[in-house]
């Protein structure tokens, strides 16, 4: 079974700095897309950032010049740098990663993050 583990979250004060990362259990580049999605307490959960294979990006507006998504295909690892943290972007993140075969998609756990202002 596939299985993605998150790390790195953790509590930081407002313009400080988190890197987030995620571990898969088979290699990404069975992923045509990896990304991290975040859920506020009483908010729907919203995309971050994605990266796919071939390494295009795409971010939510609200992380754009502040958030970096990248991979490391040998590492087998999906990497969220976020700087210039805001207590608005406190929230549970998600690793998410999309094949083209069934179950067509995985989920971490999840990793709290949590900025103080």
């Known amino acids: 079974q596939v299985q993605l583990v998150e790390s790195g979250g953790g509590l930081v004060q407002a313009g400080g700095s988190l890197r987030l990362s995620c571990a898969a259990s088979i290699s990404i580049l069975s992923f045509n897309v990896m990304g991290w999605y975040r859920q506020a307490p009483g908010k729907q959960r919203e995309l971050v950032a994605t990266?796919?294979?071939?390494?295009?990006?795409i971010y939510a507006d609200t992380v754009k010049g502040r958030f970096t998504i990248s991979r490391d295909n040998a590492k087998n690892t999906a990497d969220l740098q976020m700087n210039s943290l805001k207590p608005d972007d406190t929230a549970v993140y998600y690793c998410?990663?999309?094949?083209?075969?069934?179950?067509?998609?995985?989920w971490g756990q999840g990793t709290q993050v949590t900025v103080s202002s």
């Open positions: 990266i796919t294979v071939s390494g295009g990006t």
């Open positions: 998410h990663a999309v094949t083209a075969v069934y179950p067509f998609d995985f």
